[in-house]
């Protein structure tokens, strides 16, 4: 990861989350990433969740991927969800 890189991984599904705490386990430096349990669908929970908090500062320049997300959502939640 570049230095000073921030990265905030999220899913709703707990065993993911484990998963990939798991995997990063043995990555040493973890510095500037989170994995937070919390719904996409609800931006105002997953904006308020400390690890995600911790790594996402809104007061600098960000970029959210939604990748293989937006397939599983109605086009209406897609729009709500990417219309900021």
Do not use: N, W
């Not at 890189?5 to 705490?21: C, F, G, P, S």
């Amino acid at each position: 990861m570049l230095p000073g890189a921030r990265v905030a991984y999220v899913d709703h599904d707990l065993e993911v989350i484990d998963q990939v705490k798991r995997a990063l386990d043995g990555e040493g430096d973890r510095s500037g990433v989170s994995v937070a349990c919390s719904d996409i669908r609800d931006p105002a929970a997953v904006l308020t969740t400390l690890s995600y908090r911790e790594a996402v500062r809104l007061d600098r320049p960000a970029a959210v991927i939604l990748a293989l997300v937006l397939k599983f959502m109605t086009a209406a939640q897609a729009e709500d969800l990417t219309a900021g």
